[in-house]
């Protein structure tokens, strides 16, 4: 029974998230979630009909294969593989954590699923992205304003952009978050990131020790990520709209969707280092039909001069 409730609490901590970026986050999901929504909702919006359940996939999604080095033969080349593990060490302590070693599931045995966001504080600056993410967990049915009947707590203090170039750097945030009286090691505490690191190492340094928190960050390696413990989150842009848009394409559970692109990425083309060999790969499948992949290689201070011969024309595009 208890592991029972484990595995309902983690359950419900990953469709939090789901909740948070696709329903809170990200404009109308359509009527692939009409699950979500009130049988008035669906009348409204003229989809009264039998609710469709999701299929059902025998096979469990497996877990990411073991990080091999040898895959990317530029990987981390400015650091030294000692330096990288230093780097690691000193922020994933609790790399051995999961759900039934670093998670305290008697707060929400008690008062159910809630969600604690911590004060903000005076002159503390916050980006609007991470602002966003706040008060749509604020305007959830999760939230609640007693600490003493939380089973997660979110920081106040922004954490998307810990890349030390950013004006968006906090700075001193090991100190401001051990000096948080609930901080408790980092124990039922979620942790969101975007960036971390800088160019053009990019090491996962978040600069302070997250313990034994969840981490919901973006473009994590298979090296530091937790399995049934961390969450892994797309890079959304500054730009991404909290509510509101367009009505999902997706219908009836149709595979594949009536949509005129299936695949789209906009993004900087790394010309050295770390992920340049994926990046530089993505014009093999660019159709500019379903398929657009633009890049950009101004990336740096000195892209002029890993200039390659493709970097005018993915310029053009990329900027049109």
Not at 3 to 21: D, E, H
Not at 175 to 203: A, C, E, M
Request: hydrophobic fraction near 30%; proline fraction near 6%.
């Amino acid at each position: 029974m208890q592991a029972k409730k484990r595995y309902l609490i983690s359950l419900l901590t990953g469709a939090f998230l789901v909740l948070l970026f696709y329903f809170g986050g990200g404009g109308d999901p359509g009527p692939a979630a009409t699950g979500f929504r009130s049988r008035h909702d669906r009348s409204r919006n003229g989809y009264n009909r039998p609710e469709q359940p999701w299929p059902h996939f025998s096979d469990p999604l497996q877990h990411f294969s073991p990080w091999d080095q040898s895959d990317t033969e530029e990987y981390n080349v400015h650091i030294s593989p000692r330096q990288k593990s230093d780097v690691n060490s000193s922020v994933y302590k609790g790399k051995r954590c999961r759900m039934q070693s670093c998670f305290d599931f008697s707060l929400c045995q008690r008062n159910g699923f809630k969600v604690y966001v911590y004060p903000q504080q005076k002159g503390e600056k916050i980006s609007e992205s991470y602002q966003n993410i706040l008060s749509t967990i604020e305007g959830s049915r999760f939230y609640t304003s007693d600490p003493s009947h939380a089973c997660l707590f979110i920081l106040s203090l922004d954490t998307l952009d810990r890349d030390q170039l950013s004006p968006q750097y906090v700075h001193n945030l090991k100190t401001k978050v051990q000096s948080l009286p609930l901080w408790n090691n980092g124990r039922n505490h979620l942790i969101f990131n975007l960036y971390s690191g800088t160019w053009p190492d990019y090491t996962e340094d978040l600069g302070f020790d997250i313990g034994q928190a969840m981490l919901a960050k973006a473009s994590i390696s298979t090296e530091n990520f937790r399995p049934n413990f961390d969450v892994s989150i797309p890079l959304f842009s500054k730009d991404h709209p909290r509510t509101g848009g367009d009505r999902g394409f997706l219908k009836y559970n149709t595979i594949p969707p009536f949509r005129k692109y299936m695949l789209v990425f906009k993004g900087k083309r790394y010309l050295t280092g770390i992920g340049s060999d994926t990046r530089n790969a993505l014009y093999h499948v660019h159709n500019a039909e379903d398929v657009v992949l633009l890049t950009t290689c101004k990336h740096g201070k000195d892209w002029q001069k890993h200039k390659d011969a493709r970097c005018d024309k993915d310029n053009a595009e990329y900027d049109k």
